[in-house]
């Protein structure tokens, strides 16, 4: 009987902290981050190498949001800005969108050394030969984030 009450309550648990940001599979490789605001951002689910060939093969630039899981900056874009509607529209037609844990990752830790990343969030547009178009860091809202990629895909 305690067992089950215990697994009751964990479900229980899981169900509520899954209810603040809702996530489905979108298919293609990609998660949609959904909220009452609408569609957000859909970030890309594969590997690194996949995300850099998918950039080139599509002629578009990468959005990279590096992140850790301890931030809570990178908590409030998560469930703030990266659900905006017109945000998620905008990005998910001019970039591949990733997301990368600087601590957990091999390649988010590769490239936080690369990129001497000393601020989470860092935001990057980058291309595909992994080179900075443009990077900003700390927390934004859909609006200025938005701002700064429309900049981006002028460069």
Not at 25 to 31: E, Q, S, T, V
Request: glycine share 6%.
């Amino acid at each position: 009987m305690k067992y089950l009450v215990a697994i009751l309550s964990l479900v229980f648990i899981t169900n509520l902290s899954m209810a603040e940001v809702p996530c489905t599979d979108a298919g293609n490789g990609l998660k949609k981050i959904e909220s009452k605001k609408g569609k957000g951002i859909l970030f890309f689910e594969g590997t690194w190498n996949e995300a850099i060939i998918k950039a080139k093969k599509e002629k578009k630039l990468i959005f990279l949001d590096t992140y850790t899981t301890w931030c809570g900056p990178c908590k409030r874009m998560e469930k703030s800005t990266f659900t905006d509607k017109d945000l998620g529209a905008y990005f998910n037609k001019h970039f591949i969108n990733v997301k990368l844990d600087i601590e957990n990752n091999s390649d988010g830790n590769r490239l936080a050394n690369k990129f001497n990343i000393t601020a989470i969030p860092t935001l990057f547009f980058l291309d595909h030969n992994e080179e900075i178009v443009t990077e900003t860091a700390g927390f934004l809202d859909a609006e200025t984030l938005l701002s700064i990629g429309k900049d981006a895909q002028k460069k």
